[in-house]
């Protein structure tokens, strides 16, 4: 499997809370660019190029895998306790 970075995506307007997650991974034909979905599973998104274009109204900040692992865990554990 190729390299994988992973960027928390932080509100704007100040706040420094998680509201999501994406990251970007490579295939042959170039970067392929996900967040994570409200159901928790990884879809197509844009967010990162928006962002390296200054057109996203959040800021990412680049963090590593397990990081990304415990962030999942917590939007999981917010997701069901919330049902």
Known sequence: MSE???YVIVGSRGSRAATGLARRSYDEAGPVDESLSPD???RLDSAIV????????AELIKIGE???ENLTQAFRARRYRGR
Do not use: P
Not at 50 to 57: C, H, I, Q, T
């Open 4 to 6: 994988v970075q992973y």
């Open 50 to 57: 928006e962002w390296e274009y200054g057109d996203l109204g």
């Open 40 to 42: 928790l599973t990884w």
């Open 66 to 68: 397990h990081e990304a």
